[in-house]
């Protein structure tokens, strides 16, 4: 264990080309004085080789006492470039660090065969970082593909104080993001009927008509709390204060009902892979705009089954469904059936129309 950390705390060293051009120099100084005896340039030559040594001991100092941590945004799709914050932190109690250049280290793209971590096209740049101060950063990155990507930590590098030699170092930061599918405006295919509409129902629910008073649960919002109630039952009650909430009738919502195709062949062609991931892409588009339309939507895949739910954070569950939906054999059976009550789509990639439908659904909507 100890020799696997100390094997990857070990530095790297790689020789710019300035340093290049003065290792030759300073190689060819150096024949030249052990050839003629001249004390001068033997002189040269030791001023030049200690420039070498002070490097070293500079870009190691530089590079001691960092603490580096990552910030993702709330939310990465695939094909939208977005901004990554980085803070780094001096520890060191005196003397500060300069020219630090921070790349993050993720794994391969999912279903890539290669696993090792490699870094990021981007780096971040930090000219000083002063002794217990910490600076923040950011950089812009565009992932290609939906998914789960894994970061193993960040690779801190500097060619301070003469450029002469890039010193770099692992730190090791693991984390992980999920990249949404592609998102773009869209329409709802019309309506197969007419829409119910909203109206109340007599038990009870988060909107509506006044129903009752309850007691107050753990995750009840304060806003619903009837205080003169609250406190005429507080009078009455000598173990302590007691308090009352409203309770209001359920409000039905427009439901829609979202069917995807997630099932492959062996052995089918890149194509086809690529039309499926139009077809999640539409899928999620379609989630996002009947969300905003009020609707309460479920996701149905071979597998894979989010239930009816409205608002913010419906998207989000559909949105995290299809980025990490995977790819099943064609005899996967579908993991919920239709509602003849709700509006059913099935979302397939342009072409494959013709596949077979869950029974009940006659709106398809192809992604191109």
């Not at 790689?14 to 001249?38: D, H, M, P, Q, S």
């Not at 003469?162 to 993001?177: M, Q, T």
Request: aromatic share 8%.
């Amino acid at each position: 264990m100890r020799l696997a950390q100390l094997w990857r705390r070990r530095r790297r060293l790689k020789v710019t080309r300035e340093g290049k051009y003065f290792i030759i120099i300073t190689l060819g100084i150096g024949l030249a004085a052990l050839n003629t005896g001249n004390n001068l340039l033997f002189l040269l030559l030791g001023w030049m080789c200690s420039v070498i040594v002070a490097s070293g001991v500079l870009s190691e100092h530089s590079l001691r006492g960092l603490t580096v941590a990552r910030q993702p945004p709330a939310r990465i799709h695939a094909g939208r470039p977005f901004l990554m914050g980085i803070s780094l932190k001096n520890s060191k109690t005196r003397l500060p660090s300069l020219s630090i250049e921070i790349e993050d280290l993720v794994l391969a793209e999912p279903d890539a065969p290669k696993k090792s971590p490699r870094p990021l096209d981007k780096k971040c740049y930090f000219l000083k970082i002063p002794s217990g101060r910490t600076q923040s950063t950011s950089y812009r990155h565009t992932f290609a593909r939906r998914g789960l990507y894994r970061f193993t930590g960040f690779r801190v590098s500097t060619k301070f104080p003469f450029a002469l030699f890039r010193k770099s170092r692992d730190v090791d930061c693991p984390g992980e993001i999920i990249v949404y599918p592609a998102i773009y405006p869209v329409n709802p295919p019309a309506p197969a009927g007419p829409l119910g509409g909203e109206e109340a129902r007599a038990r009870a629910g988060r909107r509506g008509e006044f129903h009752g008073l309850r007691e107050m649960r753990q995750g009840d919002d304060i806003r619903d709390v009837h205080w003169r109630s609250s406190a005429k039952a507080a009078a009455g009650d000598p173990a302590g204060t007691r308090l009352l909430v409203r309770e209001y009738e359920e409000e039905s919502q427009r439901r829609a009902t979202l069917f995807l195709d997630n099932a492959l062949a062996d052995g089918a062609p890149a194509d086809a892979a690529d039309g499926l991931e139009r077809a999640i892409s539409m899928a999620a588009s379609l989630a996002q705009s009947y969300l905003l339309r009020q609707y309460a939507v479920r996701l149905v895949c071979r597998g894979t089954h989010v239930p009816f739910q409205a608002g913010p954070a419906q998207l989000t569950r559909v949105l995290r469904a299809l980025a990490l939906l995977p790819t099943v054999t064609p005899g996967t059976a579908w993991s919920a059936a239709a509602d003849p009550r709700t509006e059913n789509v099935l979302v397939v990639a342009r072409g494959a129309a013709t596949r077979e439908r869950p029974a009940g659904v006659a709106r398809v909507v192809e992604a191109g």
